[in-house]
């Protein structure tokens, strides 16, 4: 799914230059190193080749890094975002900030949302969007309450944008698509 993968692709563009000088860095020092690099111990042989090949590569450093970048600058703040706006749902409903911060938290950290973080995940970046784009056609917090078209648009986007992450964003783009239109 090429969606997550796109997104992911911003963080890691503007990240790219310091991740390569500190690939050329590690590749430098290694060249340097006397002893044998360490093996990895798996029962996969073609495990063990490839990361022996990413060793000699560099690889192996610039996949690292290349994963922190994703996870700290796209997944992370997607995530957050998503529950000051799970916050905002809730206290609207609820008018209890006390019960919306519990409530948000427990989404947060009890969820697999804060596991999947940790990874570049198109399941979770759907959930997102179909948060984001529900809250936009909601919009409890609104004293007109009725979305306008800008709300309208980037909803669509978000749920279009579902579809470019995984199949299943077609029943994203469904439901919310009946809810949209139910706003009218």
């Not at 006397?34 to 990895?40: F, G, L, M, N, Q």
């Not at 994963?67 to 992370?76: D, N, P």
């Not at 919306?100 to 949302?113: C, D, E, I, Q």
Request: net charge positive; with cysteine.
């Amino acid at each position: 799914n090429p969606g997550a993968s796109i997104l992911a692709a911003v963080p890691y563009a503007l990240a790219r230059p310091a991740i390569d000088a500190i690939v050329t860095r590690v590749q430098a020092a290694r060249a340097a190193e006397t002893s044998p690099p360490p093996e990895y111990r798996s029962i996969y042989p073609m495990a063990r080749e490839f990361y022996r090949e990413a060793r000699a590569r560099g690889l192996d450093v610039k996949f690292g890094l290349a994963a922190a970048v994703m996870q700290s600058l796209l997944m992370a703040p997607l995530s957050a975002a998503s529950a000051v706006v799970l916050f905002y749902l809730l206290l609207s409903r609820t008018r209890s900030t006390r019960a919306a911060l519990l409530l948000a938290l427990l989404y947060a950290f009890a969820t697999p949302v804060f596991f999947r973080t940790g990874q570049l995940n198109h399941n979770l970046l759907v959930g997102h969007a179909t948060l984001f784009a529900f809250a936009l056609l909601w919009q409890p917090w609104a004293p007109r309450r009725v979305p306008g078209p800008g709300s309208y648009l980037l909803a669509g986007l978000l749920c279009g944008w579902a579809v470019v992450l995984d199949y299943s964003g077609v029943v994203v783009v469904a439901v919310l698509g009946l809810y949209a239109l139910a706003r009218l």
